[in-house]
């Protein structure tokens, strides 16, 4: 369902964004169904299915945005989160999941209700139009991974909690 709610999303973008396209990183077992689902929809020249084998920063160095599509954030999908901040992107991702704490709205990124292509389109498209938006909301999500969600700074809180 919510890859669904992403490649609706999507289909209305490309109306307006011309040469968009999604890349979907990784090797879960998700992805021939998404693929097909893709083709489904008449989008199959626009989306990409990508093994993630250690490119991830890669991946990251060249979006201008990501996508957090999941409804209950692993421990593995807040690090990626983390990465895509600290990599200067502005994350957009469903409200009430958790990442509230993470993603400010307006400041690093978007939170958007679960299941609302439309809005997530108006997103991107807002992100995408707002060219110094988009880099003002990534410079921030950089700041803001760099100074809460370095290994260092997670050490630290940890300590805290055992010494109290």
Known sequence: KKMETLLGAIKICASVI???QLIVVGDGEERKNLSWLAKKMGMENMCWFVSNEGQLQKWLNSFDIFIASLEAPSLSDLEIIIRAM???LPVIGPAESGLNDIIYENKTGALIEKGNSEMLARQIIKLY???RLRLALGELAAERAKKYFT???QAEKFEKILCD
């Open 18 to 20: 011309t040469n968009l």
């Open 151 to 153: 290994i260092e700074k």
């Open 86 to 88: 600290a990599a200067g």
């Open 129 to 131: 139009q707002d060219k």
